[in-house]
Structures are given as C-alpha cells and as structure tokens.
C-alpha cells in the first residue's frame, strides 16, 4: 500500500530559526513530489513540486529535496517567521491513470515571535 | 486569473438529508480532483475527472456518494442521506495537464466545510 509519513506531527521554533520538515513514502516509484501549506479553516496552497527527474526545487526561503532511492522528501525553511505558521503536506503522486495525491497527515508548525 | 472556487463554504446538515457541494475550476484547465479530508488528517482522493469523464472514482465511500462533471468544467459532489461519519472538508482540485507529459501541479479550493448534525 501506497502511504505517505510526516515527521515530526508539531514543531514549535523560535523567530529566525532554519528547520526542516520530513516525508517519507513507502513506494519509490514517484512521479513527482508536492509540498502544500494548509492555514487553519483554509484550503491548500501549493508551495513546491519536485518531478521524480529533480533533486530538488527553491522558492524564496524555501527549498525542497527528493530521494527517491530511500523513499524521503525534505521541506528546509530558512529564517522562519510568524508567517510561515500552518500545516504543511507532502503528497506524492504515482501518475497512473489518475494522478491522484496520497497525503500525509501533516507537520503543524509554529514559530514564536 | 481566478483560482478555484468552491460554494457553500459551510454546509450544515441533519442526517439523512441530501447535499450539493459545488466546485468550479480553474478555467480550462483539463483535469478535477475531489478529496475529503477528516479533521486533523490529511486529504484522500474521492475521484477524478478528464474533461466531461469520471476515470476514477475509487475512493468514493459508499454509493451514496455520486459526482459529475457534465460540461467538463463546473463539479458537483452529491452525498444522499447524510450520516454523521460524513462530517469532513472536502476540497476540490483541478490541474491543467493530462497524464502524458510534463508537471501536472495540483491547485485547491477554499474546500466546503460539511457538518451533518
């Protein structure tokens, strides 16, 4: 079965602090990689895809890596903020037929003023 | 460049009653997705669509679940005779590329808060 693990659950840090997000997937047969961030009673906003070719991608403060080979995705958050406070998802995307997204069940994070 | 939309936002409903949950894409884009997600979890796939067509519709609970896709751009999520257990959000998503080729990135709705008393 195709399933999709985030650790830690909660994460609290201090304002200016780098931190690192984890995903795992049990099935290295990825198409690509997503990384979503969800603020309370909101929807998903899309922050990074990585395709299975990459190693990873950067946006701003923001920078995501795939390895396939031990099943890991890594969310680096550089000079954390007030802001950057929301659950974050990772979703792996197998294509197929579909293209459906398996979730995990999130990191919460907060960063302290 | 509006995103994707989702109406009601919240919806209240006592058990047993029928709902529509509406979904409307982001324009042409090919490909819609609905999820249902129980509070503290992740999102799960219902099921999807290629323009007018349902390709996949695995992850619909049970047959009181039914969705369409008639003109191949506005969704609608019908669940009959709601039960408690039904109690979720459940966001829509649509993407602009089909399978063959390419990124295939997800764009999510607000999603429509359903509370079936």
């Known amino acids: 079965k195709q399933e999709v693990t985030q650790i830690p659950a909660a994460l609290s840090v201090p304002e200016g602090e780098n931190l690192v997000l984890n995903c795992s997937f049990t099935?290295?047969?990825?198409?690509?990689l997503q990384w979503f961030r969800q603020d309370p009673g909101k929807g998903l906003t899309s922050l990074l895809l990585i395709q299975s070719s990459q190693r990873e991608q950067t946006s701003g403060r923001l920078n995501a890596s795939l390895d396939k080979s031990s099943g890991r995705s890594t969310l680096y958050i550089a000079a954390s903020q007030p802001g950057d406070s929301a659950t974050y998802l990772c979703?792996?995307?197998?294509?197929?037929?579909?293209?459906?997204?398996?979730f995990g069940t999130g990191t919460l994070l907060a960063v302290q003023p | 460049g509006a995103g994707v939309s989702q109406s009601p936002r919240y919806k209240v409903a006592k058990r047993g009653q029928d709902v529509a949950l509406r979904c409307d894409p982001i324009s042409g884009h090919v490909s819609l997705f609905w999820y249902q997600q129980a509070l503290g979890q992740g999102p799960e796939f219902l099921t999807y669509f290629q323009n007018e067509a349902q390709l996949d519709k695995s992850g619909l609970p049970s047959d009181r679940f039914f969705a369409e896709r008639p003109e191949g751009s506005v969704s609608t999520l019908k669940i009959q005779r709601t039960q408690q257990e039904d109690s979720a959000v459940y966001l829509c998503a649509s993407s602009s590329k089909k399978l063959a080729g390419g990124p295939n990135e997800q764009f999510f709705g607000p999603g429509t808060r359903l509370t079936v008393l």
């Open positions: 099935d290295s047969a990825i198409y690509n």
């Open positions: 979703a792996s995307n197998y294509g197929g037929a579909t293209n459906k997204l398996i």
